[in-house]
């Protein structure tokens, strides 16, 4: 399912039923770790793309903060702009593959987990930062 129209940061109706079915994982954060990653193609300049990722991560962090009644869900939004294309941005379809929300729900340690992946420094950074509002890189 699509979640969000081209350039936008609100998700839309049908974005919002999808992910709501996720939500019995997430509302138990003492069990599961989530890490929601947004990705973009390489379109506009580079403050937009960080900014347009970290906006919806964070509208998906909200989602879910608005369904657990206001209570933090242990959530950790990450933008990633257009760092890790999963093909190069060289076509309209290409770029379709880029664009994409990725979900990590995890029972397990996830800085174990995702030893030597892309997200392991960002983990380690937000343990560090627990308590603080949550914030992309």
Known sequence: ??????NQRQLGETAKSSL???FP????????????AVHC???GDDMYREELTADRANAI???FFNLNGGADTG???YGLG????????????????NRRVEMIISGRNLEEELKGGGLTEFITQSQGQAGAEQQTP
């Open 82 to 97: 257009d760092d890790e294309p999963l093909a190069p941005n060289t076509s309209l379809k290409n770029r379709d593959k």
């Open 41 to 43: 193609a390489d379109t």
């Open 75 to 77: 959530i950790i939004p």
């Open 61 to 63: 962090d909200e989602l």
């Open 25 to 36: 994982y997430i509302r138990l954060h003492n069990k599961y770790k989530v890490i929601v």
């Open 1 to 6: 399912a699509e979640l969000f129209a081209p």
């Open 20 to 22: 709501k079915l996720l």
